[in-house]
């Protein structure tokens, strides 16, 4: 019996396909982030809050419709697919595009027709045309789910990486273009942000095509077998058997930032705050919790490719092999995550400065919610770690629980600190920090209990710190002689004093972590090009 040709001719291993998925995963991040810095230069802080409003009900609607239902369809064609059963994989495809369609008509639908009632919920009534525009790519995003997760199933990252890609440059180009040209014919900022989100619907459209293109092809190499097939309702049990709980798990915390967004909005306007003044405050938050996304783009790339292998290690019973790769992930993980929480703490006024072009009140409100998320980006590096090793060890429902319990704090700390004058708005990251310090502390505690031989993660998180404070002890430095001769208010100086720290700090983070031996060879080969960067640090 012949094989697909995708099988034979694109064969990955899957560490590779995980490497692949995740470097284009952070490749996605940072065109994210070269179109959404220009856009908030564009549509100013108003506009921006109201693209990140329709962005926050869509990441839900998306989530509960995608989230668990790609890993499902993939494990079970590639059950189906290891075993030969391709009338099978051909079942269960089509069982799952069924309920793929449904979600995703229901969720364009609801986005579409109830755009006004979900502006008005959110606090910001003149989000509704942003939210409208939106519509239509719940329904695209469905139908590339469908095929990502045929791909997924064939061990074929390839479509999936490309796709995303594609995604990510035409809403770059489109959406920037919409927005400048409607903001030119209205004058108005709601519009523009309208203009920027059809940016997003028109890239689902291009790899949704692309993604037919490349099934087609694929779906008709498949051999014809006449094995017995599960039924359609069985079919369609199974995929939401293992859909429903990661799905619950992936929509959780996006559904408390919708939430937590309108409780700080409420909160706002109680006091007295004007409509327009609260929606700058929020696009001012939005646009540095996107600066916050930024080096947290890169942690999968460590989680996705360490669960296959924790997971191969259980299997064969060599529990020390596992925990030996769970500490080198850690290393690796704080290797990353530290020096970035250290820079954007300490370098957070610069930094907003050159990326949200923000003066004034406006730039020391930006450097505040900056540093206090700065610090957040080491506990939210602990969280994907703890949770991907939880996962490993069969225990995914255990992080979801941590998730609700600590959520529920963020939302009452986010209403208490937000309704104080005082605090204001820098109550909503501070709640996001305990948010993420809290379940990173619990699933700690949990993995205490049901992982055997127990893996020192806090211990190996932090070994790279001595590194990151002899960096940030540097960029310190440097920040403070330069701000003595620039200053923020130019461009040439913002530069400066943003691009010269960063600069020095790196070269000295790389020099302390190599001479601490924060990190080891073993653990570089864990990442993508591990091995170059061992080569490069002399490891």
């Known amino acids: 019996m012949s094989e697909p040709s995708n099988n034979t001719n694109n064969k990955q291993t899957f560490l590779h396909g995980a490497a692949l998925l995740a470097m ?28 990140y409003t329709a962005y926050e009900i869509y990441s839900v609607l998306l989530l509960i419709s995608t989230a668990g239902l790609p890993v499902a369809v993939s494990r079970m064609i590639s059950q189906a ?48 045309f942003a939210i409208g525009c939106l519509g239509p790519s719940a329904l695209l995003i469905c139908i590339m789910s ?52 059809l940016g997003v619907t028109f890239s689902c459209l291009i790899s949704a095509i692309y993604l037919f293109v490349k099934f087609r092809k694929a779906y008709c190499a498949l051999p014809e077998t006449g094995e017995n097939v599960s039924s359609w309702g069985r079919t369609m049990r199974d995929l939401l058997v293992i859909a429903v709980p990661i799905t619950i798990g992936s929509a959780g915390l996006q559904f408390l930032s919708v939430i937590e967004a309108k409780l700080y909005m409420g909160q706002l306007l109680s006091q007295g705050i004007s409509q327009n003044q609260a929606d700058t405050m929020k696009g001012i938050y939005n646009m540095t919790q996107t600066i916050f996304n930024m080096p947290n783009a890169f942690i999968p790339a460590i989680t996705i490719s360490i669960i296959p292998a924790i997971t191969a290690q259980l299997t064969l019973c060599h529990h020390d092999a596992a925990r030996a790769t769970e500490e080198s992930s850690a290393r690796i993980t704080g290797l990353i995550a530290l020096p970035c929480a250290v820079g954007l703490f300490l370098m957070a006024e610069p930094v907003t400065a050159i990326i949200g072009a923000y003066q004034g009140e406006k ?51 986010v209403y208490v600190l937000v309704g104080n004058p005082q605090i204001a708005i820098l109550g909503a990251p501070i709640g996001s920090v305990l948010c993420f310090g809290c379940i990173c502390l619990l699933n700690l505690l949990w993995m205490r209990k049901v992982v055997p031989q127990k893996p020192a993660l806090l211990k190996n998180l932090l070994r790279p710190l001595p590194s990151a404070a002899i960096m940030g002890a540097a960029v310190w430095v440097t920040h403070w002689g330069l701000g003595r001769v620039f200053s923020l208010e130019s ?41 170059k960067i061992a080569d490069l640090l002399h490891l």
């Not at 008509?105 to 009632?117: A, D, G």
């Not at 791909?151 to 920037?176: D, H, R, W, Y």
């Not at 020095?504 to 972590?513: D, R």
């Open 24 to 51: 284009a995963t952070a490749v996605v991040k940072i065109i994210g982030a070269l179109y959404k810095i220009p856009l908030n230069a564009i549509i100013g802080e108003q506009g921006f809050s109201y693209f």
């Open 81 to 128: 697919n290891s075993l030969g059963h391709y009338r099978q994989v051909r079942r269960v495809f089509k069982a799952a595009e069924g309920i793929f369609l449904a979600l995703g008509i229901v969720s364009s639908l609801l986005m579409t027709v109830f755009c006004r009632q979900l502006a008005n919920f959110q606090e910001q009534p003149n989000a509704w």
């Open 146 to 197: 469908a095929y990502r997760g045929f791909f997924q199933g064939q061990g074929n990252m390839k479509p999936t990486s490309v796709s995303e890609v594609l995604e990510a440059l035409c809403k770059l180009i489109v959406g920037i273009a919409a927005a400048l040209v409607l903001l030119h014919m209205t004058n108005d900022k709601a519009m523009a942000a309208g203009g920027a989100i």
């Open 491 to 531: 461009t040439v100086g913002k530069l400066i004093l943003c691009a010269v720290p960063i600069l020095v700090g790196a070269a000295v983070y790389c020099i302390a972590a190599a001479k601490l031996r924060a990190i080891t060879r073993e653990d570089c080969l864990l990442l993508p090009k591990g091995e």
């Open 363 to 413: 730039l020391a409100l930006a450097t505040r919610l900056m540093s206090t998320l700065g610090i957040g980006i080491f506990f939210y590096a602990g969280v994907q770690l703890t949770t991907a090793v939880m996962q490993a060890h069969g225990h995914a429902t255990v992080p979801v629980v941590n998730m609700i319990v600590s959520g529920m704090l963020r939302l009452g700390v």
